[in-house]
Protein backbone atom coordinates (compact mmCIF):
# COMPACT_ATOMS: atom_id res chain seq x y z
CA UNK A 1 0.00 0.00 0.00
CA UNK A 2 1.46 3.33 -1.26
CA UNK A 3 0.40 6.32 1.67
CA UNK A 4 1.23 9.66 0.85
CA UNK A 5 0.18 12.50 3.34
CA UNK A 6 0.37 15.96 3.04
CA UNK A 7 0.97 18.47 5.38
CA UNK A 8 2.57 21.83 6.63
CA UNK A 9 4.31 19.52 9.90
CA UNK A 10 5.33 16.77 7.97
CA UNK A 11 7.87 15.90 10.90
CA UNK A 12 5.08 15.17 12.41
CA UNK A 13 4.58 11.58 10.65
CA UNK A 14 8.42 10.85 11.48
CA UNK A 15 7.06 8.77 14.26
CA UNK A 16 5.94 6.46 11.78
CA UNK A 17 9.47 4.88 11.23
CA UNK A 18 8.47 3.34 14.98
CA UNK A 19 7.37 0.44 16.49
CA UNK A 20 4.95 -2.13 13.97
CA UNK A 21 4.74 0.82 11.50
CA UNK A 22 8.46 1.14 10.91
CA UNK A 23 8.52 -2.92 10.41
CA UNK A 24 6.23 -2.83 8.04
CA UNK A 25 7.65 -0.53 6.19
CA UNK A 26 11.07 -2.11 6.43
CA UNK A 27 9.02 -5.45 5.05
CA UNK A 28 7.74 -3.20 2.18
CA UNK A 29 4.08 -3.79 3.46
CA UNK A 30 3.51 -0.22 3.25
CA UNK A 31 5.39 3.02 1.31
CA UNK A 32 5.14 5.96 3.20
CA UNK A 33 5.92 9.78 2.25
CA UNK A 34 4.82 12.76 4.06
CA UNK A 35 5.39 15.65 1.49
CA UNK A 36 5.42 19.91 3.38
CA UNK A 37 2.15 21.31 1.67
CA UNK A 38 4.36 24.65 1.35
CA UNK A 39 6.77 22.81 -1.08
CA UNK A 40 4.15 23.38 -4.08
CA UNK A 41 3.83 27.25 -2.91
CA UNK A 42 5.50 29.71 -5.23
CA UNK A 43 5.42 33.54 -3.26
CA UNK A 44 8.22 34.27 -0.89
CA UNK A 45 6.03 33.34 2.48
CA UNK A 46 4.83 30.19 1.08
CA UNK A 47 1.57 31.48 2.38
CA UNK A 48 -1.20 27.98 2.06
CA UNK A 49 -4.26 30.23 4.02
CA UNK A 50 -6.31 33.42 3.68
CA UNK A 51 -9.00 35.38 5.14
CA UNK A 52 -12.24 33.21 5.08
CA UNK A 53 -14.25 34.85 2.29
CA UNK A 54 -17.90 35.84 4.20
CA UNK A 55 -16.20 37.06 7.06
CA UNK A 56 -15.12 35.39 10.44
CA UNK A 57 -11.88 33.95 12.21
CA UNK A 58 -9.15 31.99 11.49
CA UNK A 59 -7.33 31.12 7.95
CA UNK A 60 -9.11 28.77 5.20
CA UNK A 61 -6.12 26.80 3.03
CA UNK A 62 -6.23 27.91 -0.80
CA UNK A 63 -7.22 25.88 -3.44
CA UNK A 64 -4.78 27.00 -5.85
CA UNK A 65 -1.71 25.41 -3.84
CA UNK A 66 -3.48 22.22 -2.79
CA UNK A 67 -4.57 21.73 -6.49
CA UNK A 68 -0.75 21.81 -7.69
CA UNK A 69 -0.05 19.52 -4.62
CA UNK A 70 -2.79 17.03 -5.62
CA UNK A 71 -3.03 17.07 -9.09
CA UNK A 72 1.06 16.35 -8.67
CA UNK A 73 0.61 13.59 -6.42
CA UNK A 74 -2.57 12.11 -7.82
CA UNK A 75 -1.18 11.89 -11.04
CA UNK A 76 -3.66 14.10 -12.70
CA UNK A 77 -1.06 16.64 -14.12
CA UNK A 78 -1.19 17.01 -17.63
CA UNK A 79 2.59 16.73 -17.52
CA UNK A 80 2.75 13.07 -16.10
CA UNK A 81 3.25 10.82 -18.00
CA UNK A 82 0.92 7.30 -17.86
CA UNK A 83 4.46 5.35 -17.97
CA UNK A 84 4.66 6.25 -14.36
CA UNK A 85 2.41 3.83 -12.67
CA UNK A 86 4.10 1.34 -10.24
CA UNK A 87 3.58 -2.19 -10.68
CA UNK A 88 6.17 -3.77 -7.68
CA UNK A 89 3.41 -4.53 -5.19
CA UNK A 90 0.82 -6.92 -6.24
CA UNK A 91 -1.91 -7.43 -3.71
CA UNK A 92 -4.59 -9.38 -5.24
CA UNK A 93 -8.27 -7.80 -4.73
CA UNK A 94 -6.88 -4.41 -3.98
CA UNK A 95 -7.95 -0.97 -5.23
CA UNK A 96 -5.37 0.49 -7.66
CA UNK A 97 -7.46 3.97 -7.90
CA UNK A 98 -6.19 6.20 -5.40
CA UNK A 99 -8.02 7.23 -2.90
CA UNK A 100 -8.06 11.11 -1.24
CA UNK A 101 -9.17 11.34 2.20
CA UNK A 102 -9.31 14.94 4.41
CA UNK A 103 -9.60 15.00 8.05
CA UNK A 104 -12.53 17.36 8.68
CA UNK A 105 -14.28 17.58 12.09
CA UNK A 106 -17.57 18.23 10.57
CA UNK A 107 -17.51 15.19 8.09
CA UNK A 108 -19.08 11.85 8.97
CA UNK A 109 -17.29 9.72 11.37
CA UNK A 110 -14.56 7.33 10.55
CA UNK A 111 -15.55 3.68 11.70
CA UNK A 112 -13.88 0.63 11.64
CA UNK A 113 -16.33 -0.36 8.61
CA UNK A 114 -13.84 2.83 6.77
CA UNK A 115 -10.81 1.53 7.94
CA UNK A 116 -11.63 -2.21 6.87
CA UNK A 117 -12.93 -0.92 3.24
CA UNK A 118 -9.39 1.37 2.80
CA UNK A 119 -7.37 -1.77 3.97
CA UNK A 120 -8.21 -2.87 0.21
CA UNK A 121 -6.72 0.51 -1.18
CA UNK A 122 -3.37 0.15 -2.79
CA UNK A 123 -2.76 4.46 -2.84
CA UNK A 124 -4.26 6.50 -0.43
CA UNK A 125 -3.49 10.18 -0.07
CA UNK A 126 -4.13 12.13 3.10
CA UNK A 127 -4.45 15.88 2.56
CA UNK A 128 -4.06 17.46 6.68
CA UNK A 129 -5.60 20.86 6.70
CA UNK A 130 -5.12 23.26 9.60
CA UNK A 131 -6.10 26.89 11.06
CA UNK A 132 -10.16 26.57 10.33
CA UNK A 133 -9.96 23.87 7.75
CA UNK A 134 -9.47 23.65 3.73
CA UNK A 135 -11.56 25.61 0.87
CA UNK A 136 -14.70 23.21 0.18
CA UNK A 137 -13.97 23.49 -3.41
CA UNK A 138 -11.12 21.16 -3.44
CA UNK A 139 -12.81 18.01 -2.26
CA UNK A 140 -15.53 18.97 -4.57
CA UNK A 141 -13.39 19.76 -7.67
CA UNK A 142 -11.34 16.22 -7.74
CA UNK A 143 -14.90 14.44 -7.01
CA UNK A 144 -15.97 16.05 -10.13
CA UNK A 145 -12.50 14.82 -11.98
CA UNK A 146 -13.47 11.19 -10.81
CA UNK A 147 -11.21 11.25 -7.66
CA UNK A 148 -12.65 8.98 -4.66
CA UNK A 149 -12.87 11.46 -2.40
CA UNK A 150 -13.58 10.75 1.29
CA UNK A 151 -13.77 13.48 4.43
CA UNK A 152 -13.77 11.90 8.35
CA UNK A 153 -14.35 12.80 11.60
CA UNK A 154 -12.55 11.11 14.36
CA UNK A 155 -15.07 12.11 16.98
CA UNK A 156 -16.99 14.50 17.94
CA UNK A 157 -13.85 16.91 19.60
CA UNK A 158 -11.94 19.53 17.74
CA UNK A 159 -8.24 19.47 17.75
CA UNK A 160 -5.91 22.01 15.74
CA UNK A 161 -5.39 20.10 12.54
CA UNK A 162 -5.88 17.04 10.78
CA UNK A 163 -2.52 15.35 11.44
CA UNK A 164 -3.49 13.82 14.24
CA UNK A 165 -6.81 12.57 12.83
CA UNK A 166 -4.53 10.97 10.03
CA UNK A 167 -2.48 8.93 12.35
CA UNK A 168 -5.52 7.32 14.24
CA UNK A 169 -7.40 6.41 10.49
CA UNK A 170 -3.73 5.07 9.24
CA UNK A 171 -3.25 2.91 12.42
CA UNK A 172 -6.95 1.47 12.26
CA UNK A 173 -6.51 0.63 8.09
CA UNK A 174 -2.75 -0.42 8.34
CA UNK A 175 -3.25 -2.65 11.23
CA UNK A 176 -6.11 -4.59 8.78
CA UNK A 177 -2.92 -5.22 6.06
CA UNK A 178 -2.31 -8.81 6.12
CA UNK A 179 0.97 -9.59 7.75
CA UNK A 180 1.36 -6.34 9.17
CA UNK A 181 0.00 -7.48 12.78
CA UNK A 182 2.68 -10.07 14.66
CA UNK A 183 -0.42 -12.78 14.53
CA UNK A 184 -3.36 -12.88 12.24
CA UNK A 185 -5.99 -11.55 15.35
CA UNK A 186 -7.23 -8.58 12.74
CA UNK A 187 -9.02 -10.94 10.57
CA UNK A 188 -10.91 -11.08 14.17
CA UNK A 189 -12.26 -7.63 13.57
CA UNK A 190 -14.60 -8.30 10.39
CA UNK A 191 -16.75 -9.13 12.69
CA UNK A 192 -16.98 -5.90 15.13
CA UNK A 193 -17.55 -4.05 12.10
CA UNK A 194 -20.11 -2.36 10.84
CA UNK A 195 -23.79 -4.20 11.85
CA UNK A 196 -22.42 -6.06 14.54
CA UNK A 197 -20.62 -3.75 16.02
CA UNK A 198 -20.36 -4.69 19.98
CA UNK A 199 -18.01 -3.35 22.78
CA UNK A 200 -15.69 -6.38 24.06
CA UNK A 201 -16.24 -8.64 26.90
CA UNK A 202 -13.77 -7.68 29.74
CA UNK A 203 -10.44 -9.51 29.72
CA UNK A 204 -8.76 -11.21 32.45
CA UNK A 205 -5.62 -13.00 33.68
CA UNK A 206 -4.02 -15.18 36.12
CA UNK A 207 -3.92 -14.81 39.29
CA UNK A 208 -7.58 -15.77 39.62
CA UNK A 209 -7.80 -14.27 42.82
CA UNK A 210 -5.96 -10.48 43.31
CA UNK A 211 -6.36 -8.27 46.14
CA UNK A 212 -9.57 -9.78 47.33
CA UNK A 213 -10.81 -9.48 43.71
CA UNK A 214 -11.86 -13.00 41.99
CA UNK A 215 -11.67 -13.45 38.17
CA UNK A 216 -15.24 -14.71 37.13
CA UNK A 217 -16.25 -18.65 38.12
CA UNK A 218 -17.27 -19.81 34.37
CA UNK A 219 -13.34 -18.49 32.55
CA UNK A 220 -11.92 -20.92 35.00
CA UNK A 221 -13.81 -23.69 33.78
CA UNK A 222 -12.85 -25.00 31.29
CA UNK A 223 -16.35 -25.22 29.42
CA UNK A 224 -15.47 -23.17 26.69
CA UNK A 225 -19.57 -23.28 24.99
CA UNK A 226 -20.15 -21.38 28.66
CA UNK A 227 -17.33 -19.21 28.79
CA UNK A 228 -18.35 -18.01 24.97
CA UNK A 229 -21.96 -17.00 26.31
CA UNK A 230 -20.77 -15.60 29.62
CA UNK A 231 -18.93 -13.38 27.06
CA UNK A 232 -21.04 -12.76 24.70
CA UNK A 233 -23.72 -11.71 27.23
CA UNK A 234 -21.13 -9.31 28.81
CA UNK A 235 -20.53 -7.77 25.18
CA UNK A 236 -24.25 -7.02 24.93
CA UNK A 237 -24.48 -5.81 28.35
CA UNK A 238 -22.00 -3.53 28.32
CA UNK A 239 -22.85 -1.90 25.14
CA UNK A 240 -26.38 -1.73 26.14
CA UNK A 241 -25.33 0.18 29.05
CA UNK A 242 -22.58 2.20 27.41
CA UNK A 243 -23.17 2.53 23.67
CA UNK A 244 -26.84 2.32 23.23
CA UNK A 245 -26.34 3.66 19.68
CA UNK A 246 -24.27 0.60 18.60
CA UNK A 247 -27.46 -1.98 19.81
CA UNK A 248 -29.80 0.48 17.93
CA UNK A 249 -27.69 -0.67 15.28
CA UNK A 250 -27.29 -4.35 15.56
CA UNK A 251 -28.45 -6.45 12.58
CA UNK A 252 -30.86 -8.84 13.98
CA UNK A 253 -29.64 -11.72 11.81
CA UNK A 254 -26.64 -11.53 13.67
CA UNK A 255 -28.22 -12.38 17.07
CA UNK A 256 -28.67 -15.53 18.50
CA UNK A 257 -32.12 -17.18 19.95
CA UNK A 258 -29.06 -16.76 23.75
CA UNK A 259 -29.09 -13.22 22.91
CA UNK A 260 -32.72 -11.88 23.07
CA UNK A 261 -32.96 -13.06 26.20
CA UNK A 262 -30.19 -10.81 27.26
CL1 LIG B 1 -10.69 14.86 11.34
N1 LIG B 1 -9.94 17.15 12.41
C1 LIG B 1 -9.91 18.06 13.41
N2 LIG B 1 -9.23 19.18 13.24
N3 LIG B 1 -10.54 17.87 14.56
C2 LIG B 1 -11.21 16.74 14.70
C3 LIG B 1 -11.28 15.76 13.72
C4 LIG B 1 -10.62 16.00 12.55
N4 LIG B 1 -12.03 14.73 14.16
C5 LIG B 1 -12.42 15.08 15.37
N5 LIG B 1 -11.93 16.29 15.70
Redesign the pocket.
Known amino acids: MKIDIVSVFPEYFDVLNLSLFGKAQAKGLVEVHAHNLRDWTHDVHHSVDDTPVGGGAGMVMKPEVWAECLDELLGLDSSTSESTTEVDDVSTDSTAAPVLIF ?3 S ?1 PLFTQRDATELSHADHLLFGC ?1 RYEGYDARIPEYYRAQGVDVRE ?4 D ?6 EV ?1 VSVMLEAITRLLPGFMGNADSIVEESYTGANALLEHRQYTKPAQWRGISVPDVLLSGDHGKVDRFRRDEALARTNEIRPDLIERLDCASLDKADRKT
Do not use: C, Q
Open positions: PNPAGYSIGYVLNGGA
